[in-house]
């Protein structure tokens, strides 16, 4: 699943390495065969057009990073719309129902019987109570199916000899009250296409026994037509998530990726085999990750967004050059450096510096232990203080130090370097070249490890 259009849009992104800037004229190809390969992959053509017009927006809207090329940054982008089509974030279960029902739906043979066992399976290991109710009084072979799982997962199952779907589930709720069991799980009925009957079966248990979760059981093989059909279903029934099965096999996932966008509702559980565990929750940046399989360059650009944070370094630099670095900029400061990483993983960064693994974890420790007891002296002062460090006079250092629990001497020692570096900030001739050269140099460090990494990790990058 997903394999082809993941070589594809790795061999489209691979393309635009080497560029120096993400313009309109670079993008356009790009934008072009990454349009191609989601329909190629059956992703419905309404969400490849929202698909392809956010991507040019972003990638137009976008600075260069530094310590990023264009195509890393292509790729985030990608990834983030991904995500944003699969539905951004995890969407729990909710077992606010009294009782808890989750009905599950869908066309025969979309996997409604196979998805009942394995989510009891899964409730199960988390620790609830789950009933199965043989809600398929239609197809002869329906209840015994639903038996025989229940029997391998030591789970039981509510049925009757009745074609009563609705007093057989209220007798099951009953049952279930009687006994102690905490969630039930409707397995219905499916039709070969939406037919009246069926509908009108759903939307009475729907508006008797308001389950909480309607779920629509979805086989990702079926291409296009999942889309009509989750559509459908949503129209008539506000379906409450989707659960994908048959992910394992070899379909080309598009369905799948459109129908969120077209429902505007989530994914909740993934099917991934025959098996009666195989049923995973859905996290969609994970999916969007296994689709552009470039996990290293995401997490890459996103340090990178969030280390070169250029308006607080721009900012920095007129304060610097002011002389009106404050206390409150040095905690900026440190907490940007913080964000490359460990001072253990930052030195191990530099190039040229021969240290053993050893003696790097000795330094940074003390580095590091050093850092937040500055932390601490910083965080003990008043706002003002903070603001501004010429306030500073000896009745206010011993408040700090003993607000802090350090010597006062180490206070001491501390604001004396903290005066010596605003001056010598001060003396910077060109400041903006230091500054911009001491970020860019980290940037590139950042970059340097993770193109080793990408060279271990990556078949297709070039
Ligand atoms: N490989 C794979 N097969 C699955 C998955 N989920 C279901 N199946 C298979 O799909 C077939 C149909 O599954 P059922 O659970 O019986 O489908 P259903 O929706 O209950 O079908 P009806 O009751 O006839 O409407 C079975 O052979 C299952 O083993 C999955 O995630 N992966
Ligand atoms: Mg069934």
Redesign the pocket.
Same mark, same amino acid.
């Given at each position: 699943m997903f394999d082809s259009l993941s070589d594809k849009l790795q061999d489209i992104i691979a393309k635009t390495a080497g560029q120096k800037e993400l313009t309109q004229d670079n993008m356009q190809e790009a934008l072009r065969e990454i349009r191609r390969a989601l329909l190629e992959a059956d992703v419905n053509l309404r969400v490849v057009k929202a698909f392809i017009s956010n991507i040019k927006d972003k990638a137009e809207g976008e600075n260069v990073l530094s310590g990023v090329n264009p195509s890393q940054q292509l790729v985030k982008i990608v990834h983030d719309e991904l995500i944003e089509l699969l539905g951004k974030t995890v969407s729990p279960l909710d077992f606010s129902g009294h009782p808890n029902l989750i009905m599950m739906l869908?066309? %025969?043979?979309?996997?409604?019987? #196979?998805?009942?066992a394995k989510l009891a399976v899964k409730l199960k290991k988390e620790g609830r109570n789950p009933l199965m109710v043989a809600c /398929?009084v239609y *197809?002869p072979a329906?209840i015994t %199916?639903l038996r025989t799982l229940g029997q391998q997962i030591g789970v039981e199952v509510y049925s009757e000899d009745s074609k009563d779907v609705q007093s057989i589930i209220q007798n099951a709720v009953n049952y279930a009250k009687d006994k102690g069991f905490n969630t039930l799980i409707l /397995?219905t009925?499916? *039709?070969l296409q939406i037919d009246t009957d069926m509908m009108a079966e759903l939307l009475l248990i729907d508006r008797v026994f308001h389950p909480a979760e309607k779920l629509l059981?979805i086989?990702s093989m079926t291409g296009q037509e999942a889309v009509n059909v989750a559509e459908n279903f949503d129209a008539q029934l506000s379906i409450t998530g989707l659960v994908l099965?048959?992910? /394992?096999?070899d379909s080309r996932g598009g369905a799948a990726l459109s129908v969120v966008y077209c429902t505007h509702k989530p994914i909740k559980l #993934?099917?991934?085999?025959?098996k009666l565990n195989?049923?995973e929750d859905f996290y969609p940046e994970r999916m969007a990750t296994r689709i552009l399989g470039m996990g290293d360059i995401v997490s890459l650009v996103e340090r990178a967004q969030e280390v070169f944070d250029e308006k607080t370094a721009k900012e920095m630099e007129k304060k610097m050059a002011k002389a009106e670095f404050s206390f409150n900029d040095f905690l900026k400061m440190q907490s940007q450096m913080k964000m490359f990483g460990s001072m253990e993983q930052l030195l191990g960064m530099i190039p040229g510096l021969k240290m053993s693994k050893d003696d790097r974890q000795k330094i940074s420790h003390e580095g590091e232990k050093q850092v937040k007891r500055i932390e601490v002296m910083i965080q003990s002062m008043t706002p003002e203080e903070r603001e501004h460090p010429e306030l500073m006079n000896s009745s206010r250092k011993k408040r700090i130090a003993q607000g802090a629990g350090v010597p006062i001497h180490e206070l001491n020692v501390f604001i004396n370097q903290f005066e010596q570096m605003r001056k010598m900030m001060k003396g910077f001739s060109d400041v903006k070249k230091n500054i911009g050269s001491m970020m860019g140099k980290m940037g590139q460090a950042g970059a340097k490890l993770t193109a080793h990494q990408m060279m271990k990790n990556m078949r297709r990058f070039r």
């Open positions: 869908g066309l %025969q043979g979309s996997g409604k019987t #196979t998805s009942s /398929d *197809r329906a %199916q /397995d009925a499916g *039709r059981v086989d099965t048959k992910l /394992d096999g #993934t099917g991934t085999g025959e195989a049923l």
